[in-house]
């Protein structure tokens, strides 16, 4: 039963440009949800897509963009690249079914911007 | 806004000894309630999880947490640490629409 995957572990990139993140849910998950961990922090929602929409949103801006398949697998972009945005990238999937279910993480993606 | 609060940004304890992680939220709500692990090298793994009834939870490797609602904490213990227990632990909170919102993570490191 495969667990979360991201794809890729590691990227480099710099300022101004553009980057694609993937991630494919454990088997059984439809929903997909996006966090940003910067250094020695706890992760920050940025957003979360179910049937191929975005349901919810953290407060992060506009250069931050999502997309989910109907295979529910999931890509984050990121625009116009800052400093600030180097980071673990972490997605985590969960499913829709009967009660509370709780989230599933991958190793995530690190991001370095120099 | 909704906000977790962990008071112990690194613990350091000898093997045997006992274990208790604060962990404060602020949301009026009903809420969900997450203990997460890291180990060095790995990905973020649920270790207990409180959605409603006993507010004494049960987790994987001996953990447990108490959901106290007066208290808006969900406090994290061990009674016997192990070196295995070496690992970064974070307090989240789900408002039970998927959002988690986490603290900024307790560093726990026991000594051999």
């Known amino acids: 039963d495969a667990g979360v995957t991201q794809s890729p572990t590691h990227l480099i990139k710099t300022r101004g440009q553009q980057v694609t993140l993937r991630c494919s849910p454990k088997s059984g998950h439809d929903t997909v949800s996006w966090y940003q961990q910067a250094l020695g922090q706890g992760p920050q929602f940025i957003f979360q897509y179910y049937e191929e929409e975005e349901r919810q949103r953290g407060n992060f801006p506009d250069r931050f963009s999502g997309h989910q398949f109907p295979n529910y697998s999931s890509e984050l972009n990121v625009n116009a690249l800052l400093l600030g945005d180097s980071a673990l990238y972490l997605c985590?999937?969960?499913?829709?079914?009967?009660?509370?279910?709780?989230?599933?993480f991958g190793d995530g993606t690190r991001l370095s911007i120099l | 806004a909704q906000s977790v609060s962990q008071h112990n940004h690194h613990v350091i304890l000898s093997e045997a000894a006992s274990l208790e992680l604060g962990c404060n939220y602020s949301?009026?709500?009903?809420?969900?309630l997450f203990w997460y692990v890291q180990y060095p090298g790995q990905h973020l793994q649920l270790l207990l999880k409180?959605?409603?009834?006993?507010?004494l939870v049960k987790g994987i490797k001996g953990f447990e947490a108490e959901f106290i609602k007066s208290k808006f904490s969900f406090n994290l213990r061990k009674p016997s640490v192990q070196w295995s227990d070496t690992a970064e632990y974070f307090c989240?909170?789900?408002?039970?629409?998927?959002?988690?919102?986490f603290g900024q993570g307790t560093e726990l490191s026991v000594k051999p």
């Open positions: 949301y009026g709500g009903t809420v969900n």
């Open positions: 409180y959605f409603s009834g006993d507010p």
């Open positions: 985590a999937s969960s499913s829709t079914g009967p009660g509370n279910q709780p989230q599933h």
């Open positions: 989240a909170v789900d408002n039970q629409g998927g959002k988690l919102i």
